[in-house]
C-alpha cells in the first residue's frame, strides 16, 4: 500500500532508541497474570495477517469480509462496513456522521490518523446554543438545526482509501445499496430505540420509522430505505463531491435550516469541509507501543492513564488482577485524575494549545498518579508543562457512536470510531440518512460563571473535542499486535483502557477482557455495570469508597482482537449486536 504524507512510524531510528530505553524497565510483567489465556506474545512469531473484521452488526461485518474475499485492502472493507453500518445502525454512525480512522501500514510500519470530526459552520459563534441570554437545554439544542456540523466521516474514508485501498471505490457500496432496496431485517436494539423518545419521534424519523399501517417497525419487521440506496449509489459513482456539492448537500442544507431552531450550516461549509491528515500518537506500555489519535480526539488521556498505570504507585496494585477491590480502585482513581485534566485542556489544536508532551510528561504523570491513593472526591485538573490554564467546561456526550476493526491479508490494518454523536443523530434525516449533532460536543457556554474562558468553546471551522480514541497495539519491532476501540460518550475512556488493561496486564483473553464490567470514575461518581460485580467484590470497593451506581452513559460496544502468535483473539462487547470473524 502506498504511503502517505505525515503518518507516523514509531521506529524511525531516533525514537527507536528513545523506545528501547522506555521498554527496557517493562521487559518483565508487573505481575501475574490471572486470566485463562497465554501471555500476549511480543514480538508475534509471525506477522499478523487478516482476513479479520470485528463490528457492531453481522451484517456490516460480512459486508467487510466480501471485500476482503475479493482482495481488498482493510481501509476497503472499512468503507463497505461504514456503508453497511450507516443502513442497518443508524442510531450510532452513519454518511451525515463524522470518525476517527487509525490505519496501519504493514509494509512501512507507519500508523497514520484521518481526522474526520465534523466542523462547526462559518457562521458559528461561541454563544451557538444560547436562547434569551442563556444556554438551552440540552435535547432542544441536540434536535435543533444548529447541532449539525459539516460531516467528515466518509470524506475521511475517501482519503484514506485514496491512499490505502487497492479496490476500486465505486465497487464498495454494493452491498448496501442491495440491502437498502431489498430490505434488512429490524434488530432488536435498533427495535429498542425506534420506540424510544427524542430523535426518534422527530417529524423525519416517524416518517421513515412509520409503516404503511400507521404502526412502528418492530424487531423482525423488514425496513427499506431507496432513498438511502439511492445515495450509496451516487456516493460510489461520484465520489466524496457527492457530499459536497449536488443533489444530497443540498438536502442536508435544507434539512439544517428547518424548523425549530434552524441552523446556518451552508452549502459554502459542506463544499469547504476537508479531512485532516494527522502523525498518530503513539507510546510505549509495557512491550508494546500503543497508537490513537491526537487531539481533538482525547487519545492523550488513555496513553496518560496508561503511563500512570506503569507507576511505582499504581502498578503493583494493579498487577493483583481483574478479582482485586485494591486493582479495580486503584484504576478509578486513576481515571479521575485522566478526566480532570482532558476537560481543562484538550480541544482542536487549530484553535487552542493542547499540552500533549506535558501531559505525557514522565514527571508529570508520575506525580498525578501519587494523587490516586490519596484521591477522596473528584479530581482536580494539574499543571502540565506547557500547559495554558483554562477553566474546566461542561461539556456534554450523549450516546451514539460505533466502533470497528479490520485486518486484510496483507496485515494492513483499521482502527475506526464513527458517530452521529446522539442516538440517531440530532434526529433530522437527508438523502435517506441520519444528520449528526455533533456541535453540541462543545461546551455550551464559552466561559465560566466567573468568566475564565474554556478550551472547547465553539468557534467557526472549530472541530469539537472527542472521546473517541480508537486504539492500534503494536510490539516493538513495529508489527502489529492488535487493535480495539469502543462506542460511550464521554465513557469511551474508560472502557478503552478497561479492554487494554484486562487484555495486556491480566492476561486476559479479548472476549473476557470486553465482558469484564464497566467502572466509569469520571468526578465525584462511580458508574458501573453493577451487576457484573457481584456481590463480594461489590462490597468491597464499598468498603475503599467505590460506591457503584448504574452507568448512566452510553454502554460499551467494543470490538477488536489481539494476534496470539498464529491466529487472532478476537471479542465483540456482548452488550451490543456486533460479532468478531475470521476465515
Known amino acids: 500500500m502506498p504511503r502517505t504524507a505525515m503518518t507516523y512510524s514509531p521506529f524511525r531510528p531516533l525514537i527507536v532508541a528513545v523506545l528501547a530505553l522506555s521498554l527496557a524497565g517493562c521487559q518483565t510483567p508487573i505481575g501475574g497474570a490471572t486470566g485463562t489465556a497465554p501471555a500476549v506474545e511480543a514480538p508475534a512469531p509471525a506477522p499478523a495477517r487478516g482476513p479479520f473484521v470485528a463490528a457492531a452488526n453481522p451484517l456490516a461485518v460480512e459486508a467487510g469480509m466480501a471485500v476482503l474475499r475479493r482482495g481488498g485492502s482493510a481501509v476497503d472493507a472499512a468503507v463497505a462496513v461504514q456503508a453497511m453500518l450507516g443502513l442497518v445502525e443508524p442510531q450510532s454512525s452513519g454518511l451525515g456522521g463524522g470518525a476517527f480512522i487509525m490505519v496501519y501500514d504493514a509494509a512501512t510500519q507507519a500508523v497514520t490518523t484521518y481526522d474526520g470530526r465534523e466542523t462547526a459552520p462559518a457562521d458559528a ?63 432488536p436494539r435498533l427495535a429498542g430505540f425506534i420506540a424510544g423518545q427524542g430523535q426518534a419521534r422527530t417529524r423525519w424519523a416517524t416518517e421513515y420509522f412509520t409503516k404503511p399501517d400507521g404502526t412502528r417497525y418492530v424487531a423482525g419487521d423488514t425496513l427499506r430505505n431507496p432513498a438511502y440506496a439511492q445515495t450509496v449509489a451516487t456516493i460510489a459513482r461520484d465520489g466524496i463531491q457527492a457530499l459536497r ?77 481483574e478479582t482485586s477491590a ?22 482542536d489544536p487549530a484553535f487552542v494549545g493542547v499540552p500533549v508532551a506535558g501531559l505525557l510528561d514522565p514527571d508529570y504523570v508520575a506525580q498525578r498518579a501519587a494523587l490516586a491513593p490519596g484521591l477522596t472526591g473528584a479530581a482536580t485538573a494539574g499543571t502540565p508543562p506547557g500547559g495554558i490554564f483554562r477553566a474546566p467546561d461542561a461539556t456534554t456526550e450523549p450516546a451514539g457512536t460505533s466502533h470497528m476493526v479490520v485486518v486484510d491479508a496483507a496485515g494492513n490494518a483499521v482502527s475506526m ?22 456541535l453540541t460536543d462543545f461546551s455550551f457556554s464559552p466561559t465560566t460563571p466567573e468568566g475564565a474562558p474554556v478550551a472547547n468553546a465553539v468557534a467557526a471551522g472549530k472541530r469539537p473535542r472527542s472521546s473517541m480514541s480508537p486504539v492500534i497495539i503494536l510490539n516493538h519491532q513495529g508489527r502489529l499486535v492488535g487493535a480495539l476501540g469502543s462506542p460511550g460518550g464521554p465513557s469511551i ?80 462487547d456482548d452488550r451490543r449486536e456486533g460479532v468478531a470473524r475470521t476465515e
Open 326 to 347: 485494591d486493582a479495580w480502585t486503584m484504576f478509578a482513581q486513576l481515571q479521575r485524575l485522566m478526566y480532570a485534566d482532558r476537560d481543562r485542556y484538550v480541544a
Open 493 to 572: 475512556l474508560a472502557y478503552n483502557a478497561k479492554a487494554l488493561i484486562g487484555s495486556l496486564v491480566w492476561g486476559l483473553p479479548m472476549q473476557a477482557a470486553f465482558d469484564l464490567p464497566n467502572l466509569v470514575a469520571k468526578g465525584p461518581g462511580f458508574g458501573a455495570d453493577t451487576s457484573r460485580f457481584g456481590p463480594t467484590l461489590t462490597e468491597q470497593l464499598a468498603q475503599r469508597g467505590i460506591r457503584l451506581e448504574p452507568n448512566a452513559s452510553e454502554t460499551s460496544g467494543l470490538h477488536g482482537a489481539i494476534w496470539r502468535g498464529d491466529h487472532w483473539d478476537g471479542g465483540a
Open 417 to 438: 470510531t464513527t458517530t452521529v454523536e446522539s442516538i440517531f443523530g440530532s434526529g433530522r434525516m437527508a438523502a435517506g440518512f441520519f444528520l449528526n449533532n455533533q
Open 125 to 187: 459563534t461561541p454563544e451557538l446554543f444560547y436562547e434569551n441570554g442563556r444556554p438551552l437545554p440540552f435535547m432542544d439544542a441536540v434536535l435543533s438545526g444548529r447541532s449539525t456540523g459539516a460531516p467528515g466521516a466518509v470524506a475521511a474514508l475517501a482519503m484514506a482509501q485514496e491512499a490505502h485501498g487497492t479496490l476500486e471505490w465505486s465497487s464498495l457500496f454494493g452491498d448496501a445499496e442491495r440491502l437498502a432496496r431489498e430490505g434488512f431485517v429490524v434488530s
Open 245 to 321: 456539492t449536488g443533489p444530497i448537500a443540498q438536502a442536508i442544507v435544507d434539512t439544517v435550516h428547518a424548523e425549530p431552531r434552524p441552523g446556518t450550516l451552508s452549502a459554502a461549509d459542506l463544499a469547504a469541509y476537508r479531512p485532516v491528515v494527522r502523525d498518530a500518537l503513539c507510546r510505549p506500555f509495557r512491550v508494546y507501543v500503543v497508537c490513537i489519535p491526537p487531539p481533538p480526539s482525547s487519545g492523550v488521556a488513555l496513553l496518560q492513564l496508561l503511563a500512570m498505570a506503569e507507576t511505582p504507585t499504581a502498578a503493583p496494585v494493579l498487577a493483583e488482577g
